[in-house]
């Protein structure tokens, strides 16, 4: 898409659309189409999703590493490998030398290197939980998941949406607390309590976090997908080759929620294996019900009949 065309979609109503230009824009290097991302990140009457789409784009466009944390969990060819390597030790001299003219560098130090303040809101909490996300564009990190283990990006982003509100929506519950056995409990929920305390205490010691400061959803779930710790215990994946397989980071958590569906038959364009494969992740009728109606916001279908061959 060009700038105009972009600009064109941003004027409409269209959620999926606009949220494409974005990513378009995001995609064009130069200052025109980083000012009306910026413009659209700091307008306060636009919709809280569409300024942290523009906020993330914004973030991603100021860090020359982006590439190569985005790529760090995912297979690339070797030939490709050299090449981006040549091609980001080449972008960086080159970003050095723009940086003495063009960079403010009291804007960089804002928005590389930090959480973002829509992604979580208190950067205290963002430091307890150990959540790093240095200028990752999650847009490429769908992109790539996609491609590794064909699992729709739109989707990814739909799930993503659906669960945490773009991260927004870690959830504030002490997560230890959540799995505190009471009298009145049943014997099968104490039992799902005590494996899942287990489980949760075993991610907090392989990442080295303090399990009595970590938040998450009412029923303990982590991350901006939302995973229970028995499932992540048994699912998890290393996304970025940190050598930890961290369900607060995004690398990691898209990393394992593309390969969980993968393994669990999804297949594109092929309406019930979506529906089996999602029904694993989330088993509520309903939840696929609001997650057809979300990823139609990004621009996928999910509809029976809809995939035909």
């Known amino acids: ?25 995001n995609k064009i290097d130069n200052k025109e189409a980083k000012a009306i991302l910026a413009s659209i990140a700091n307008n306060a009457k636009e919709k809280p999703y569409i300024r942290h789409y523009a906020k993330r784009a914004v973030q ?36 050095v ?13 804002e928005v590389s290197g930090r959480q973002s303040e829509n992604l979580i809101e208190d950067d205290k909490r963002a430091e307890a939980l150990k959540v790093e996300v240095s200028g990752l564009n999650p847009y490429r990190l769908f992109e790539l998941a996609d491609n590794t283990y064909k699992v729709d990006a739109a989707l990814i982003e739909s799930l993503w949406f659906q669960e945490s ?22 014997p099968e929920v104490k039992g799902w309590k005590k494996k899942e305390r287990q489980a949760f205490i075993a991610i907090c010691k392989a990442n080295g976090f303090d399990s009595r400061k970590q938040f998450g959803g009412r029923y303990g779930e982590m991350g ?40 669990y038959g999804y297949k594109k364009e092929d309406f019930n294996r979506i529906k089996r494969a999602i029904a694993y992740y989330n088993q509520s009728p309903k939840y696929f019900d609001l997650l057809q109606r979300n990823a139609g916001l990004f621009g996928l279908d999910i509809k029976q009949g809809y995939f035909s061959k």
């Open 1 to 25: 898409m060009t700038i105009k065309e972009c600009l064109k979609a941003l004027e409409g109503k269209h959620i999926g659309s606009r949220m494409r230009a974005i990513n378009a824009l």
């Open 97 to 109: 030398m723009l940086s003495f003219l063009y960079i403010d560098y009291g804007a960089v130090s």
């Open 165 to 186: 509100s773009m991260g927004r929506n870690l959830g504030d519950y002490m997560i230890l607390d959540v799995y505190k056995i009471k009298k009145d409990d049943s």
């Open 224 to 263: 901006p997908f939302q995973f229970l710790p028995s499932t992540w215990l048994a699912y998890g994946k290393d996304g970025n080759n940190d050598g930890m397989a961290n369900p607060w980071d995004m690398s990691d958590a898209v990393t394992t929620v593309a390969s969980y569906l993968k393994l």
């Open 60 to 95: 991603t466009a100021s860090s020359v590493s982006t590439h190569h944390q985005l790529t760090a969990g995912i297979i690339m060819p070797q030939k490709r490998l050299f090449l981006n390597r040549v091609l980001i030790t080449g972008g960086f001299l080159f970003l």
